[in-house]
């Protein structure tokens, strides 16, 4: 296979990444593209925990608990007490294919609706927070894990193609799709409480990813009683570092916050594996790597408070996804691709996004236990554009959830619900591979439904002492008198 197609073949990840429904401005694509497509993973990178995802994950300016430093790092500040934290979600998506039709409209063919469901349970977020006293001001440090993105998938629909005209039945088809891994951020966070009102927040991200996707395409051709196929497995890595900074302004009846997300370069590796009844120029690639460009975000949010007990909450999130781009590709091995539309870098016609979040969260007392109610909103738009309609996919999301507080403990549930319809192009006939390259054959509309349900379980420690001893006896030792030896 050429450097050129070796490289090209390489956006197979990132359209796994991204679930793009944009057909490549390359005519046909070339391989591994189209089939990673099929996946459709979610891309958004969202904060942790289950109390922000109640409230829509509208927390920038309220960032008050454990999970904060995935929203906003300054808001750690604000915790005067040892905590753990951990999150689990349990996910359960399903995808609806229907109205599919061939793109060449003198082929007048339909595919029947399918459908795709499956269920999911991890593990969110992780942290352990310790806040300290400086100047008289509060400084927290935090260690968390935080899962950003699941590539959890698995797809088996069968359907048939039939004539338009006729309803004759030609084909059966069979879509395969098993992927598993994740990409995921150790933290260390700290934050200062610089004056009353105004804490600032900092952290280090170290993004490691190990995940693996494959794929069986199968077609029975009716007339003669054949089938073709190909299966293809790709297995891939990533890893990389990044900073995030926060600000937090807190007033009686309103906070401020914002957190910059900096940009960074990843290194990313892969390899793949092609087997198949149909002759092809086609095969598995060896150990690649490349560079991914992944681009600054920024979030602004505010926090109205017109009660001690009741908070309205509201994000402003901007990607800027035009920017996200593969290096090293080409024939050349320099160019620059934006890995949404595989455009070249300055004629790509990614936008850049915003995304809008509110939220709210109600608290009372039942006797001595702290209770709490939340709600939310959000929409999502979708970076990736269809080439033949410029259509762009947005995603609507509900949220509810509750909380309660019993002595030292913590316990938070979240419910979401998220919704998308988007046009999409879709690889259909596995015999393709056949000329060396695949393209789109069909164009239909696919419904996305993701549920999400979060579990927080928090342990708060009664005061800094005990903690502040183990440290000291960690980086310190038991004995104070200099010239000792610690044991």
């Given at each position: 296979?050429?450097?050129?197609?070796?490289?090209?073949?390489?956006?197979?990840?990132?359209?796994i990444l991204s679930g793009s429904?944009?057909?490549?401005?390359?005519?046909?694509?070339?391989?591994?593209?189209?089939?990673?497509?099929?996946?459709?993973?979610?891309?958004?990178?969202?904060?942790?925990?289950?109390?922000?995802?109640?409230?829509?994950?509208?927390?920038?300016?309220?960032?008050?608990?454990?999970?904060?430093?995935?929203?906003?790092?300054?808001?750690?500040?604000?915790?005067?007490?040892?905590?753990?934290?951990?999150?689990?979600?349990?996910?359960?998506?399903?995808?609806?294919?229907?109205?599919?039709?061939?793109?060449?409209?003198?082929?007048?063919?339909?595919?029947?609706?399918?459908?795709?469901?499956?269920?999911?349970?991890?593990?969110?977020?992780?942290?352990?927070?310790?806040?300290?006293?400086?100047?008289?001001?509060?400084?927290?440090?935090?260690?968390?894990?935080?899962?950003?993105?699941?590539?959890?998938?698995?797809?088996?629909?069968?359907?048939?193609?039939?004539?338009?005209?006729?309803?004759?039945?030609?084909?059966?088809?069979?879509?395969?799709?098993?992927?598993?891994?994740?990409?995921?951020?150790?933290?260390?966070?700290?934050?200062?409480?610089?004056?009353?009102?105004?804490?600032?927040?900092?952290?280090?991200?170290?993004?490691?990813?190990?995940?693996?996707?494959?794929?069986?395409?199968?077609?029975?051709?009716?007339?003669?009683?054949?089938?073709?196929?190909?299966?293809?497995?790709?297995?891939?890595?990533?890893?990389?570092?990044?900073?995030?900074?926060?600000?937090?302004?807190?007033?009686?009846?309103?906070?401020?916050g914002a957190m910059y997300r900096?940009?960074?370069?990843?290194?990313?590796?892969?390899?793949?594996?092609?087997?198949?009844?149909?002759?092809?120029?086609?095969?598995?690639?060896?150990?690649?790597?490349?560079?991914?460009?992944?681009?600054?975000?920024?979030?602004?949010?505010?926090?109205?408070?017109?009660?001690?007990?009741?908070?309205?909450?509201?994000?402003?999130?901007?990607?800027?996804?035009?920017?996200?781009?593969?290096?090293?590709?080409?024939?050349?091995g320099t160019d620059r691709y934006?890995?949404?539309?595989?455009?070249?870098?300055?004629?790509?016609?990614?936008?850049?996004?915003?995304?809008?979040?509110?939220?709210?969260?109600?608290?009372?007392?039942?006797?001595?236990?702290?209770?709490?109610?939340?709600?939310?909103?959000?929409?999502?738009?979708?970076?990736?554009?269809?080439?033949?309609?410029?259509?762009?996919?947005?995603?609507?999301?509900?949220?509810?959830?509750?909380?309660?507080?019993?002595?030292?403990?913590?316990?938070?549930?979240?419910?979401?619900?998220?919704?998308?319809?988007?046009?999409?192009?879709?690889?259909?006939?596995?015999?393709?591979?056949?000329?060396?390259?695949?393209?789109?054959?069909?164009?239909?509309?696919?419904?996305?439904?993701?549920?999400?349900?979060?579990?927080?379980?928090?342990?708060?420690?009664?005061?800094?002492?005990?903690?502040?001893?183990?440290?000291?006896?960690?980086?310190?030792?038991?004995?104070?008198?200099?010239?000792?030896?610690?044991?």
């Amino acid at each position: 296979m050429t450097r050129k197609v070796a490289g090209m073949s390489l956006v197979a990840l990132f359209l796994i990444l991204s679930g793009s429904s944009a057909i490549a401005q390359i005519n046909p694509l070339p391989f591994g593209i189209i089939i990673a497509e099929q996946s459709r993973p979610s891309f958004s990178v969202v904060g942790a925990g289950a109390r922000s995802a109640g409230m829509g994950g509208a927390f920038t300016a309220l960032a008050d608990d454990a999970a904060a430093a995935s929203f906003n790092p300054a808001g750690l500040a604000l915790l005067v007490k040892p905590e753990v934290t951990v999150v689990g979600v349990g996910t359960r998506r399903t995808d609806l294919y229907r109205g599919f039709i061939a793109i060449d409209a003198q082929r007048r063919e339909g595919y029947g609706d399918s459908q795709v469901a499956f269920d999911t349970t991890d593990l969110n977020f992780a942290a352990f927070t310790v806040p300290f006293e400086v100047a008289r001001r509060n400084l927290c440090v935090q260690l968390s894990y935080h899962k950003a993105i699941d590539f959890t998938y698995s797809g088996d629909r069968s359907f048939g193609a039939a004539s338009l005209t006729t309803g004759v039945v030609d084909a059966y088809y069979r879509q395969f799709v098993e992927q598993s891994g994740d990409i995921h951020t150790y933290s260390l966070a700290l934050a200062y409480e610089l004056t009353q009102r105004l804490s600032l927040g900092v952290s280090l991200s170290r993004w490691e990813g190990s995940w693996t996707f494959a794929t069986l395409d199968v077609q029975h051709d009716v007339a003669s009683g054949s089938d073709s196929y190909f299966a293809y497995q790709q297995n891939n890595h990533l890893e990389g570092w990044n900073w995030n900074a926060g600000a937090l302004l807190r007033y009686r009846y309103l906070n401020v916050g914002a957190m910059y997300r900096f940009d960074f370069d990843a290194d990313y590796a892969f390899d793949s594996a092609l087997a198949t009844n149909i002759s092809t120029p086609l095969t598995g690639e060896p150990r690649l790597r490349r560079p991914l460009h992944w681009p600054r975000s920024w979030t602004v949010g505010i926090a109205v408070k017109p009660t001690d007990t009741w908070h309205i909450t509201a994000d402003y999130a901007r990607y800027d996804w035009s920017k996200m781009e593969i290096k090293n590709l080409g024939e050349s091995g320099t160019d620059r691709y934006n890995f949404f539309d595989f455009r070249l870098s300055d004629q790509t016609t990614t936008p850049d996004i915003g995304q809008w979040r509110f939220g709210s969260e109600f608290t009372f007392f039942a006797g001595r236990t702290l209770m709490a109610l939340r709600g939310g909103y959000f929409r999502e738009g979708q970076p990736q554009r269809l080439a033949f309609s410029g259509h762009q996919s947005t995603v609507d999301g509900y949220s509810g959830g509750f909380g309660i507080k019993v002595g030292r403990f913590s316990v938070d549930l979240a419910y979401q619900r998220r919704q998308g319809t988007e046009l999409r192009a879709q690889f259909i006939d596995p015999r393709q591979i056949a000329s060396g390259k695949l393209q789109a054959t069909a164009k239909g509309e696919v419904r996305t439904t993701d549920q999400r349900l979060y579990l927080a379980l928090l342990y708060q420690f009664p005061s800094s002492e005990g903690v502040n001893k183990v440290l000291h006896f960690l980086f310190v030792g038991p004995n104070e008198n200099k010239g000792q030896d610690a044991p």
